[in-house]
């Protein structure tokens, strides 16, 4: 068989697959968006409703807001947080040595785990009568100790931002070694013989130097960030009330409990745009190199 | 950091602090806090390990020393949990995943990475794309058609769907593990007669094998954890391990000895897994965006 007919035929099963289990159903959904579609009728999808369901979740549902706000929040703190712990532990740990890589290989721990079983020990955690932090506050910090994290709105919310952050600080902290290491060293010693501070070296040198890696690190956490779902459900559900209730636990709710599968998908829609977006970078930040 | 980028050159106002002792001091501090670290990336599975070897009793307890147990690792495998049966599930529906997934990525990924095709830089933008689509949009229409076709709560079902999640993943890596091949052997075997298929099987499949194995079991990973696709299609068959889980919300509470146990079934095999191919793990995540 000829190179020119082979090498498409190689290609077509697997873009098939890639084209029915995640082309279709984004183009399904986006169909399903514009029609009232309940799960509880037999027929699917019912009435055409145009644009119905997007200006629905606009002006009449504050629940979506929520979880806009929830989402949105909760991006910005996870990927703050998440970057700078990760940022910090990549300077203590590049230099190598016995300890160093030890503690490295330690970290694939946490991102071996399932989202949803660290969802669980957390809520483990901060359970108020027998919980590690409420035994760890009884002694250091009395006030805190009776506290029912999980029954506190804000509390809640700081509680599945730690446990997303204690979640993807390692991978990060990975990623962010291996770009430290392709910072040239002798910039770094050139820089410290003209006598500058370990401060500037990290902010003149090393900084911009490891820009691009940390520019793909940011983009692909926002994205996974945007997305939380495994350990919100096993945490919090979403509450208390809707506190800690993210879009794609706002969507789950509204197709699975209440049966709007319709509605749902226009959310859903609403979110596949902002994730468009940092795809779109990140694509940028891939194909740079070749 | 290296140590001559913490020699002190401002500050050092006193004879005390300056030179190799605050040098020194200062590698402390970075020893005490890489500890300080490990112990807190730690301390969830510690805490997990700990409680599965305690009675329900004695979780309430939170003593560290305690006469271990092995009952809950019994209890989680009878009824009503029966955590076999959720073992079972993710077992297969991960290995099945798997098995589809890696030959057809190979497939693509050498025609990928040895030839130029029309379109290719779009379908691998596509194929990256996929990866960041949310799970919630991907299940919605996939709901309603095994609704439709009697799949609810199938593993076929969800084998069809975790494919989803581990196509990209599996196309990306494997082509770069191919890109990393020379193309010398495989052009002198040509020269010598041999087709370009047995050129694949002969030549590319053997020095791609380590990589493939990568793959294999970086997808296996994915598809083993992957919880919101199973939460929305299975309810009582094909369950799967991180949606046992939930069976430990007993009426008086959360059953935290027992859900230490299912954790650490869940997550131990895991663990395992990901140490062995540790090194491609984050190249893995990336899909060659760093490396």
Redesign the interface.
């Known amino acids: 068989?000829r190179?020119q007919t082979?090498?498409?035929l190689?290609?077509v099963?697997?873009?098939l697959?890639?084209f029915a289990?995640?082309?279709?159903?984004?183009i399904?959904?986006l169909r399903?968006s514009f029609y009232q579609?309940r799960?509880d009728r037999g027929d699917?999808p019912q009435n055409w409703l145009g644009f119905e369901n997007y200006t629905w979740a606009f002006l009449y549902e504050p629940a979506f807001w929520n979880s806009v706000w929830v989402t949105g929040l909760y991006t910005v703190v996870t990927v703050t947080l998440t970057t700078l712990f990760a940022l910090g532990?990549a300077?203590?740990?590049?230099?190598g040595g016995k300890?160093?890589s030890g503690?490295q290989?330690?970290?694939?721990?946490?991102?071996?785990?399932?989202?949803?079983?660290?969802g669980?020990?957390?809520?483990?955690?901060f359970?108020p009568?027998?919980g590690?932090f409420d035994?760890f506050f009884g002694v250091v910090f009395p006030p805190l100790a009776d506290v029912s994290w999980l029954a506190d709105p804000d509390l809640a919310f700081a509680v599945i931002v730690m446990a997303d952050v204690?979640g993807w600080?390692?991978?990060l902290t990975?990623?962010l070694i291996?770009?430290l290491a392709s910072v040239p060293?002798d910039t770094?010693?050139a820089a410290?013989v003209d006598?500058?501070?370990?401060w500037r070296?990290?902010k003149d040198v090393?900084l911009p130097q490891l820009m691009p890696?940390l520019a793909?690190?940011i983009i692909?956490k926002a994205?996974f960030s945007?997305?939380t779902?495994?350990q919100v459900?096993?945490l919090t559900n979403g509450g208390p009330g809707t506190a800690t209730q993210t879009l794609?636990h706002y969507?789950?709710i509204t197709?699975?409990r209440y049966g709007q599968?319709g509605y749902?998908?226009s959310v859903?829609?609403l979110?596949?745009i902002p994730?468009?977006v940092?795809?779109y970078f990140?694509?940028k930040?891939?194909?740079k190199k070749d | 950091m290296t140590e001559q980028s913490t020699v002190p050159t401002t500050g050092a106002n006193s004879e005390f602090w300056t030179g190799k002792r605050k040098q020194r001091l200062w590698r402390a501090v970075q020893t005490v806090l890489i500890l300080i670290a490990a112990f807190i990336m730690l301390i969830p599975i510690i805490w997990i390990f700990l409680a599965a070897f305690k009675s329900h009793v004695e979780v309430y307890q939170l003593r560290l020393f305690f006469t271990p147990t092995f009952e809950n690792f019994g209890t989680v495998f009878e009824e009503p949990y029966d955590l076999g049966a959720k073992l079972f599930n993710s077992t297969i529906v991960a290995f099945v995943t798997v098995v589809f997934a890696i030959p057809i990525a190979t497939m693509a990924a050498y025609s990928f990475s040895r030839f130029r095709l029309k379109f290719e830089t779009t379908i691998l933008v596509v194929i990256l794309a996929t990866q960041f689509v949310p799970a919630v949009v991907i299940i919605l229409p996939f709901f309603i058609m095994f609704r439709d076709l009697g799949l609810l709560d199938t593993r076929i079902g969800l084998i069809m769907v975790n494919l989803a999640i581990v196509m990209p993943f599996a196309i990306w890596m494997i082509k770069g593990f191919i890109d990393g091949i020379p193309m010398d052997t495989e052009e002198a075997a040509m020269v010598d007669g041999s087709s370009r298929l047995q050129v694949i099987r002969n030549i590319v499949l053997p020095m791609a094998a380590p990589g493939l194995v990568t793959a294999s079991i970086f997808c296996f990973i994915l598809a083993w954890n992957e919880f919101l696709f199973a939460l929305f299609l299975t309810n009582r068959e094909a369950t799967t391990l991180p949606i046992g889980l939930a069976l430990f919300r007993g009426e008086e509470g959360d059953l935290w000895n027992l859900l230490s146990a299912a954790g650490i079934i869940i997550m131990l095999p895991m663990f395992v897994l990901a140490l062995a191919i540790r090194k491609y793990f984050v190249q893995g995540m990336t899909m060659g965006a760093v490396r």
């Not at chain 1, 289990?21 to 984004?26: D, E, G, I, K, R």
């Not at chain 1, 669980?120 to 955690?125: P, Q």
């Not at chain 1, 006598?195 to 370990?198: D, F, K, P, R």
Request: avoid cysteine; proline fraction near 6%.
């Open positions: 068989m190179d082979l090498k498409y190689l290609v099963p697997a873009v697959v890639v289990t995640a082309v279709w159903p984004l399904e959904s399903f579609g799960t699917f532990l300077m203590l740990l590049a230099p300890l160093r503690v290989t330690l970290l694939i721990l946490p991102f071996a785990m399932s989202p949803a079983l660290i669980v020990s957390f809520r483990f955690m359970n009568e027998f590690l035994a204690w600080i390692p991978f990975l990623v291996g770009g060293q770094i010693e410290q006598g500058a501070s370990g070296v990290f090393t890696v793909v690190v692909l994205i945007l997305k779902f495994d459900f096993m794609s969507i789950y197709s699975t599968v749902a998908a859903a829609w979110m596949v994730m468009m940092l795809t990140y694509a930040f891939v194909f």
